[in-house]
């Protein structure tokens, strides 16, 4: 199976702040990434599909990219209700595996 | 408006057999895909299977030999089996539709603990 590796495990960052949140897969999955949020108590949602494909309804502020094996998420601005957990998942290769997550505070 | 909503018993004995269902609507078992995706509390996320839109099903290797998903597209059902549960198998318990992508659509979840 191939792993995914999401970097940093914790990230703090204020309010207005640019934010990158990094996923390494442990081989080239194409682009075949995606990107979703999940709020305490709540169940996730998808964010970014295919590397930077923004689903509907998904504020601009949030953007991906990446290819081969190395992929970033990105919020523009920060805003208080982007606190969450962000996991990165692959669907090039059966199964497809999910990132540990990166747990995004406020400053 | 897609929505999907997973019913199922909140407590599960060791070695017994879990059966979750998904009530889907807004949208067509027929023309999409739909996945089981569960989370023990506080931890990550593990995909379980898929039952695609003709009907066929996919399952994780690590789930296969205890895992089976059918539907009942009469009734806009998808059905998840688990057998020989043991306590690591406590987990909230999500039904996603799969488009755009993968997980695109989640339902609320469900606890099941795995306890005598």
């Known amino acids: 199976d191939i792993q995914m590796t999401q970097s940093p495990s914790v990230l703090s960052a204020s309010v207005g702040d640019r934010v990158t949140l990094n996923c390494k897969a442990s081989q080239n999955i194409n682009k075949y990434l995606n990107w979703y949020q999940q709020k305490l108590g709540e169940a996730p949602k998808l964010l970014i599909y295919?590397?930077?494909n923004l689903q509907t309804g998904i504020p601009s502020r949030f953007s991906g990219s990446g290819s081969g094996t190395d992929y970033t998420l990105t919020i523009s601005s920060l805003q208080p209700e982007d606190v969450a957990t962000y996991f990165c998942f692959q669907h090039n290769s059966w199964p497809g595996t999910f990132g540990a997550g990166t747990k995004l505070e406020l400053k | 408006q897609v929505q999907l909503k997973e019913s199922g018993p909140g407590l599960v004995q060791p070695s017994q057999t879990l059966s979750l269902t998904c009530t889907v609507s807004g949208f067509s078992l027929t023309s999409n895909s739909v996945s089981w995706v569960r989370q023990p509390p506080g931890k990550g996320l593990e995909w379980m299977g898929a039952i695609w839109s003709g009907g066929s099903t996919d399952y994780n290797s690590a789930l296969k030999s205890r895992l089976s998903i059918s539907r009942d597209t009469s009734k806009s059902q998808v059905f998840l089996k688990m057998n020989s549960l043991q306590t690591e198998d406590t987990a909230i318990y999500f039904c996603t539709r799969d488009y755009p992508g993968p997980f695109a659509y989640w339902g609320q979840g469900t606890l099941v603990t795995v306890s005598s």
């Open positions: 295919n590397t930077n």
